[in-house]
């Protein structure tokens, strides 16, 4: 037993031993300058730059700690990249059983610098690695041994402490970014690479400057090897939005989640961002006149194959020019290429908007079909914000619902291939300033009208072969207007409208002391009714009297008093006599005659 104890108690002490001399090898053999000789110059090498390394600590049982490693810029002043400290740990223990455990991987404080010349040149385009001679050469093709890894790994964990990211741009195309992030991942293989495990999570902070201004972002990123998740603030200035969801299957054929909310978005701010990329655009224009002469391909064909997309946008309230639009509400999906919003609804100018929309990208030209409904939109609010330079006045709550189908995006092929039929109405309305009501109130010589008071209005409108085909009745202060079918071209070149107004008894005196033929067009309420056409251009209106209308009219009209005379002279002489007159005869005969 005493001969056991003695055998073990020499094993370990030269256990001991050798791990001290191990130690001591490691420690004496492997120094600073040993290995500064020899990373320094290979890495040199490899970069094509300076490349400065601090204190290297190597120990067998905790690991390697390098720190202040350090690759210069071209001027070998400069860093280009910086880490202020290395930490690999790791337990040789697991090793007897073909594990090898790596405790810890640490980069702390690592900071990078891109940067982009007057010249478009950016500082990394000098590393050797990225030269052309390099690029050039073929990695050797992979033996049959690296299929299999003779050993299981394992990391515990991966961090990244305090990173830094600094974007400039001296052309001022590219937003100026500085970013700080933290990073912890831990990875797990087995003995072939099929078997790699991951998971992590990446929290960061990102300032940026572009254009004068300065948005800042936000946010945590989770990860594994199936899906990434994450979370996104972005504030520019007071405003503030939220994006979050996930992206599935993302080295394979994506499944993106994306959603947007904030309380509050002042949209004038966020098109501000847009207005900054004018030179961005105007370089785009040019691309596009240089490309005019190629073919067109469906924006479907830019989409990665199998891509899918989903997602919803909420915004409790935003702000477009003093134009408040709440609980605005958009659920959308891509899939197959086909732009689906199953749901678009805002409440804006004291009424309602709902729509849907399927836009199918996999065509030339887009092919789309949709639906609005409108209640009782204020137009008065909605020009205001909208259009205020414009002279006419629409005034009212206008309500819609319609359907629409088409195809193109650009005119004038959007207005051939545009199709939509559906309901209209207005309520408590005005309309000022239009100059189709100015040319009808100077030719039946009424100013009154042009401003017209609108009770009430509803028809129908079809938009077909780049014309509008329009059916309505209006019920005004002053006049009540129809109309069968009137025609608009979309790009307001062509107009056929025809009207039968019916005018108040005021107006119609006016209309009397104006014209006596208006004398004949009076009804027995002393309403005149006059038909009128309006020809030319929305832009230059032409009215015209619908002469066959108002001889018809006027006959009636001469026809019902001769008949009214007539029936009153021959009555009244049928009661004094008492008998039947012959002349009653020859008054049916009239009557036939004018066909009564």
Request: proline fraction near 4%.
């Amino acid at each position: 037993m005493k001969g056991i104890i003695k055998v073990l108690a020499v094993f370990v002490v030269l256990i001991i031993l050798v791990g001290v001399g191990l130690t001591a090898f490691v420690r004496f053999y492997l120094t600073d300058e040993r290995l500064n000789a020899l990373i320094v110059p290979q890495a040199e090498k490899a970069l094509g730059r300076q490349v400065s390394l601090g204190n290297i600590d190597v120990s067998l049982f905790k690991g390697i700690t390098l720190n202040d490693f350090s690759v210069k810029e071209e001027d070998q002043k400069t860093d280009f990249l910086y880490v202020k400290g290395f930490v690999l740990r790791y337990e040789l223990m697991p090793l007897l059983q073909k594990n090898l455990i790596v405790s810890e991987i640490l980069l702390n404080e690592p900071q990078i610098r891109v940067s982009r010349d007057k010249s478009g040149k950016f500082n990394f385009n000098s590393l050797a690695v990225l030269t052309p001679d390099k690029a050039e050469k073929k990695p050797a093709a992979p033996s049959s041994s690296a299929a299999a890894i003779p050993v299981a790994l394992t990391v515990d964990t991966i961090k990244v402490n305090n990173a830094r990211i600094i974007v400039q741009d001296a052309l001022g195309e590219i937003p100026d970014i500085d970013t700080q992030a933290d990073l912890s991942v831990s990875v797990g293989i087995g003995k072939d690479l099929a078997s790699l495990r991951y998971d992590g999570t990446l929290q960061f902070v990102s300032n940026a400057v572009y254009q004068g201004l300065k948005p800042q972002t936000s946010g945590k990123i989770d990860f594994d090897q199936k899906q990434i998740s994450f979370e996104v603030d972005v504030t520019l200035d007071k405003e503030k939005a939220r994006l979050s969801g996930a992206v599935l299957d993302y080295t394979g054929k994506p499944d993106i989640t994306l959603n947007v909310s904030s309380d509050n978005l002042q949209i004038d701010h966020l098109l501000a961002m847009v207005a900054g990329l004018g030179g961005q655009v105007q370089k785009a224009g040019q691309e596009v006149k240089k490309d005019q002469g190629k073919s067109k391909k469906a924006i479907g064909t830019q989409i990665p194959e199998g891509l899918k997309a989903h997602g919803a946008v909420r915004v409790k309230e935003a702000v477009y020019k003093n134009l408040p639009v709440r609980d605005f509400q958009l659920d959308y999906s891509l899939v197959n290429n086909i732009l689906s919003v199953s749901r678009l609804t805002a409440k804006t100018a004291g009424g309602e908007i709902h729509k849907k929309l399927e836009l199918d990208l996999n065509h030339v030209d887009p092919t789309y079909k949709g639906k609005v409904d409108i209640k009782a939109l204020q137009l008065a609010e909605l020009q205001a914000a909208l259009f205020p330079k414009i002279p006419e006045r629409l005034l009212g709550a206008f309500s819609t619902s319609l359907t629409f189908s088409g195809s193109g995006m650009e005119w004038p092929s959007l207005a051939d291939k545009l199709n939509m039929v559906g309901d209209y109405s207005l309520r408590k309305g005005q309309l000022q300033n239009v100059d189709i009501a100015r040319v009808i109130a100077e030719a039946v010589g009424v100013g009154a009208l042009k401003d017209i008071l609108v009770d009430d209005l509803s028809g129908n409108a079809e938009i077909r072969d780049g014309k509008m085909h329009l059916k309505y009745k209006m019920n005004g202060r002053d006049v009540t207007l129809t109309s069968k079918e009137g025609i608009i071209s979309l790009d307001g070149s062509a107009v056929d409208m025809p009207f039968h107004l019916t005018f108040s008894p005021e107006i119609s005196e006016k209309l009397k002391q104006k014209n006596a033929l208006a004398n004949y067009l009076a009804d027995e309420k002393g309403q005149t009714s006059i038909s009128l056409k309006v020809k030319g251009s929305v832009r230059k209106p032409r009215v015209a009297l619908d002469s066959s209308g108002v001889q018809k009219q006027a006959t009636e009209t001469l026809k019902k008093k001769a008949f009214e005379e007539l029936d009153r002279a021959l009555g009244s002489e049928q009661k004094e006599t008492g008998k039947p007159d012959p002349a009653a005869v020859g008054r049916e005969l009239l009557k036939g005659f004018f066909g009564q």
